[in-house]
């Protein structure tokens, strides 16, 4: 089982972009999936998290300007970011409370499952 984000680029500073990561296997159910984001020389933080059920929540400092979904038909949950500034450029990362998968003839759960990064970079 894999995450793979994409989507990231340079856009400049109140331009939108559009992340995507998606699960890839033989998956059975996802719970709740969030995007992080860690800027140069700073700690990894919570940009916006979704339940399983589609319920976000967000950090403070992206609320009205970004909007989290997730698709479960495709096992895949989106970031849309708009009016983005310099500051919310970082490497953005999603991440799976837990994943259940098929591993042969049982199901298998992992926790805390991560993806890799995606560069968002904005320029001013």
């Known amino acids: 089982v894999q995450l793979q984000a994409s989507g990231g680029g340079l856009v400049q500073a109140g331009g939108s972009l559009r992340l995507s990561c998606a699960a890839s296997?033989?998956?059975?159910?996802?719970?709740?999936m969030g995007w992080y984001r860690q800027a140069p020389g700073k700690e990894r933080e919570l940009v916006a998290r979704?339940?399983?059920?589609?319920?976000?929540n967000y950090a403070r400092f992206v609320k009205g300007r970004f909007t989290i979904s997730r698709d479960n038909a495709k096992n895949t949950v989106y970031l849309q970011m708009n009016s983005l500034k310099p500051e919310d450029t970082a490497v953005y990362y999603c991440?799976?409370?837990?994943?259940?998968?098929?591993?042969?003839?049982?199901?298998?759960?992992?926790?805390?499952?991560w993806g890799q990064g995606t560069l968002v970079t904005v320029s001013s």
């Open positions: 991440n799976a409370d837990d994943i259940t998968y098929y591993d042969v003839t049982r199901l298998v759960t992992e926790h805390d499952y």
């Open positions: 296997g033989s998956i059975f159910s996802i719970g709740a």
């Open positions: 979704i339940t399983s059920r589609g319920s976000p």
